[in-house]
C-alpha cells in the first residue's frame, strides 16, 4: 500500500489554505472529528440549500443578499467537494478499473453487475 493510499484528507485547511492529511487506521480519535466536521459541514450545506432556493424563489433580493449567498454557497461547495475528494479516495476501486475487466459497453449490458 502506497503513502497515498494510507492517508486521509480532512475537511479543514492549515493555516496558509493548504489542505491537511492524517496517516492512520480511521478509528482513531482524529478519525472521529474529521467525522463529525464532515457531518456538519454536509448539514450545513443541505440547510444553506433551502436557504437558497427560498431566497431566490422570492425574487425580492439586494445584491447584497446575493453576493453573501453566494459567498456561503461557495464555501459550502469547496466543503462538499473536499468531503467527496476524500471520501471518493478512500473508496475501494471498482472492477471496470481493473485491466480487461469490461471490453466493451455491450459486455456491460450483457453482464450487468447489480
Same mark, same amino acid.
Given at each position: 500500500?502506497?503513502?497515498? *493510499? ?6 479543514? $485547511? ?13 478509528? !482513531? ?5 474529521? *467525522?463529525?466536521?464532515? =457531518? ?19 425574487? =425580492?433580493? $439586494? @445584491?447584497?443578499?446575493? +453576493? ?5 454557497? $461557495? ?5 462538499? +467537494?473536499?468531503? %467527496?475528494?476524500?471520501? !471518493?479516495?478512500?473508496?475501494? %476501486? @471498482?472492477?471496470? /478499473? /481493473? @485491466? ?6 455491450? *459486455? ?5 453487475? *447489480?
Amino acid at each position: 500500500m502506497s503513502l497515498i *493510499d494510507e492517508v486521509r484528507l480532512l475537511p479543514w $485547511t492549515g493555516p496558509e489554505g493548504k489542505p491537511c492529511y492524517l496517516s492512520g487506521d480511521g478509528v !482513531g480519535f482524529m478519525s472521529r472529528l474529521a *467525522d463529525n466536521v464532515e =457531518a456538519a459541514q454536509l448539514g450545513l450545506a443541505g440547510d444553506l440549500i433551502e436557504e437558497a432556493q427560498q431566497v431566490l424563489a422570492e425574487r =425580492a433580493w $439586494t @445584491p447584497g443578499e446575493l +453576493h453573501l449567498l453566494a459567498m456561503q454557497l $461557495t464555501e459550502a461547495l469547496v466543503n462538499v +467537494h473536499r468531503i %467527496a475528494q476524500s471520501q !471518493g479516495a478512500r473508496l475501494p %476501486a @471498482p472492477a471496470y /478499473e /481493473e @485491466p480487461n475487466a469490461i471490453d466493451d459497453e455491450e *459486455d456491460l449490458m450483457a453482464n450487468p453487475r *447489480d
